[in-house]
C-alpha cells in the first residue's frame, strides 16, 4: 500500500527557520516525483513544486522560488520542504503528493502556523 | 506560464441535479488535465486524469471532457457527499497551477 506520511503540525515564530518532512512507503521512492502543495486557510490549492528523489532534480513554482527548499534522501525515503525564515503569510497545510502525471497519493498535510 | 481558469467558483444545487464546471487553460494542454475533489478538513483526492479517465473508486456519476483548451467536469446527479470543492491541474509540464476552485453545496 503506498503512503505519503508527514511530520506533525508546526508551530513557529516570524523569522524562525523550519523543516518539514515526508516519508514514502509502498513503493520504489527513488523513481516516483513527489510534489509540494500550499494550501493557505480557507484558500485554493497552490503547486509549490517538484523533486524526483533518484537524482534530486528539482522544479518550482515560480511563485515559490526562491521562497522555500525542496530537497529529498532517498536512502530514508523522504521528501523535505523548507524555509530559512517564515513569515506570517506561510502559515497555511502543506501536502506532499505523488505524482505521477497527476497526483495520486497525498500525504496527510502538515499544518504550519507563524505567529508572534 | 500556462494559467487555469475555473468557473463559477462556487455553486449551489438540489439532489439529482447535474452539475457542469468548467476549466480553462491559456494555451495547449493536451489532455494533460486532472480533476480533484476536496470534502471539507480533508485531503484533496484525484477523481478524473488525462482529461476523461475515471480514477479508480471513483463513482460514475463524475464524467470529464475535454474540447480544445476547455475541460468539464460533471456530476450527472448530485449527492449530498458530493459537497465539496474541485479543482483542475495541468501536468502536461511545470509549473502545474491548479484552478482557483468551485465549491459546490447542496440548495
Known amino acids: 500500500e503506498v503512503q505519503l506520511v508527514q511530520s506533525g503540525a508546526e508551530v513557529k515564530k516570524p523569522g524562525e527557520s523550519l523543516k518539514i518532512s515526508c516519508k514514502g512507503s509502498?513503493?520504489?521512492?527513488?523513481?516516483?516525483?513527489i510534489a509540494w502543495v500550499r494550501q493557505v486557510p480557507g484558500k485554493g490549492l497552490e503547486w509549490m513544486g517538484n523533486?524526483?528523489?533518484?537524482?534530486?532534480?528539482?522544479r518550482y513554482s515560480p511563485s515559490f522560488q526562491g521562497q522555500v527548499t525542496i530537497s529529498a534522501d532517498k536512502s530514508i525515503s523522504t521528501a523535505f520542504l523548507q524555509w530559512t525564515s517564515l513569515q506570517a503569510s506561510d502559515t497555511a497545510t502543506y501536502y506532499c503528493?505523488?505524482?505521477?502525471?497527476?497526483?495520486?497519493?497525498w500525504g496527510q498535510g502538515t499544518l504550519v502556523t507563524v505567529s508572534s | 506560464d500556462i494559467q487555469m481558469t475555473q468557473s463559477p467558483s462556487s455553486l449551489s444545487a438540489s439532489v439529482g441535479d447535474r452539475v457542469t464546471i468548467t476549466c480553462r487553460a491559456s494555451q495547449g494542454i493536451n489532455s494533460y488535465l486532472a480533476w480533484y475533489q476536496q470534502k471539507p478538513g480533508k485531503v484533496p483526492q484525484l477523481l478524473i486524469y488525462?482529461?476523461?479517465a475515471l480514477q479508480s473508486g471513483v463513482p460514475s456519476r463524475f464524467s470529464g471532457s475535454r474540447s480544445g483548451t476547455e475541460f468539464t467536469l460533471t456530476i450527472s446527479s448530485l449527492q449530498p457527499e458530493d459537497v465539496a470543492t474541485y479543482y483542475c491541474?495541468?501536468?502536461?509540464?511545470?509549473?502545474?497551477?491548479f484552478g482557483q476552485g468551485t465549491k459546490v453545496d447542496i440548495k
Open positions: 488525462a482529461a476523461s
Open positions: 503528493a505523488r505524482q505521477e502525471g497527476p497526483l495520486e497519493f
Open positions: 491541474q495541468k501536468y502536461n509540464s511545470d509549473p502545474r497551477p
Open positions: 523533486i524526483y528523489p533518484d537524482d534530486s532534480d528539482t
Open positions: 509502498g513503493y520504489s521512492f527513488g523513481t516516483y516525483w
